[in-house]
């Protein structure tokens, strides 16, 4: 199964049915800010896909932002609690065991940019899945933490989906269709 072959499973599966929009853009933004899951699928793509299928299809906006938002927030929340809890042992657990790189590099992300760092890692791929983990072992207060974790989400939502809910119709409109 290709990434292309899923984008296109859950747009249409949206597509046909509307109210599913928002669980499905919470799991979404949930997986793709979770720092296990994020490594294994990369929903970004799909969230961007949906972005356009929403500004199509009619769908109310703020519902659909905030199931992002919230599913961002949440999964990076998870990732610090896991990072707080679970400490070094974190680097032991698979997908991370196969990639101790990701967080040496998140480490020194965070050392250098400390809380404004987890505001900027969720806007960086890799680092996104690991900058909640790395605060979380290093014991960052956890309301700096959520302070950040939330602005970051309200950001990250509205970029993502934003561009597609937004100027799909503009195109169309200003292209015929």
């Known amino acids: ?3 292309d072959s899923v984008m296109t499973f859950i747009t249409d599966f949206v597509r046909t049915n509307e109210a599913w929009a928002v669980p499905v853009i919470f799991i979404l933004a ?6 296990f899951l994020s490594l294994l699928f990369p929903a970004t793509v799909i969230l961007l896909g949906l972005g356009a299928l929403i ?13 992002a938002v919230a ?3 949440f999964g990076d929340w998870l ?4 990072g707080f809890h679970y400490k070094e042992r974190v680097a032991h657990m698979w997908p991370l065991s196969r990639k101790p790189d990701l967080l040496l590099r998140g480490h020194a992300f965070f050392e250098r940019f400390g809380v ?4 900027l890692g969720r806007f960086f791929g ?10 979380g072992i290093c014991g960052m207060p956890q309301r700096h933490f959520q302070v950040a974790n939330l602005g970051s989400a309200f950001v990250w939502a509205t970029g993502i989906l934003a561009p597609g809910v937004f100027g799909a119709p503009w195109l169309t409109k200003v292209f015929g269709g």
């Open 55 to 67: 500004g199509e299809s009619g769908i109310p906006f703020v519902p659909i932002w905030l199931a």
């Open 30 to 35: 949930f997986g793709e800010s979770l720092a």
């Open 71 to 73: 599913g961002a927030f």
């Open 79 to 82: 990732s610090y609690w896991f």
């Open 1 to 3: 199964m290709t990434l």
């Open 126 to 135: 890799p680092l996104r899945a690991v900058i909640p983990l790395v605060a």
């Open 116 to 119: 404004f760092g987890v505001f």
